[in-house]
């Protein structure tokens, strides 16, 4: 009966933990993605496709900007968002 409540704690200290590590960062790419775990920040997430990919925040930049090479493209970024990830990825 213990791995239940293990389970329970572990999902709220992961969306606590990904939470304080986003703000943490003023790496715009976090607008797009969350952690998929606190302590594994090259685990993304992405918001708009729901994409899981290794890698870390600036691989996500380039889903969003639709680089191709090393991601596939979010098909769910619109003009505006893959611009200002082009830049921002392009900046780093």
């Not at 572990?10 to 960062?25: D, E, F, H, Y």
């Not at 997430?45 to 639709?66: D, P, S, T, V, Y």
């Amino acid at each position: 009966m213990a791995s239940p409540t293990n389970k329970g704690s572990m999902v709220g200290s992961t969306a606590a933990s990904s939470q304080t590590l986003k703000t943490n960062s003023d790496n715009m790419g976090w607008e797009f993605a969350t952690l998929i775990y606190p302590l594994d920040l090259s685990r993304v997430k992405c918001k708009l496709c729901g994409k899981e990919m290794f890698g870390g925040i600036n691989r996500m930049k380039q889903h969003i900007a639709q680089i191709r090479g090393q991601v596939t493209p979010c098909t769910v970024a619109n003009a505006d968002q893959q611009k200002r990830c082009r830049e921002a990825s392009e900046a780093s």
